[in-house]
């Protein structure tokens, strides 16, 4: 029997791998898109830089959250790998599936989540 929750374990490693690397593969599809948005357009005219020049600055913000949320999964490839995915970095509780199929990149439980948010404002 626990030869066969080995084989079960292995298989839910192999689904989560998976759905974490086609996260990152889409979220760095996406950052390669902004990125290419960011490339000066000859066509430009002065009167545009204004709105040129917002557009710039939302799309650096868009590109600091992409770098984030890949630096997550990233992280939580290591977690996998190291055997530490899927529980709680505070509390050493596993994480319910339920969230972790929301937020696949969860570092903690929603009570102690909802306790670091309240310390931290």
């Known amino acids: 029997m626990a030869k066969h929750e080995g084989a079960g374990r292995s298989r839910d490693r192999e689904k989560i791998a998976a759905r974490l690397r086609a996260l990152r593969n889409e979220l760095l599809a996406e950052y390669e898109q902004c990125r290419a948005e960011l490339e000066p357009d ?14 710039f600055a939302s799309t650096a913000d868009i590109l600091s959250h992409l770098r984030w949320q890949i630096r997550d999964i990233d ?9 530490r995915y899927g529980l709680c970095e505070d509390c050493g ?3 319910p599936a339920n969230r972790l ?3 696949p990149t969860a ?6 989540q909802a306790k670091r948010e309240r310390r931290t404002g």
């Open 107 to 112: 570092r903690r439980c929603m009570k102690c």
């Open 101 to 103: 199929e929301a937020a």
């Open 42 to 55: 000859a066509t430009r005219h002065a009167d545009d830089e204004d709105i040129t020049e917002r557009a």
């Open 93 to 95: 509780e596993p994480i």
């Open 75 to 83: 992280e939580a490839f290591e977690r996998l790998n190291q055997g």
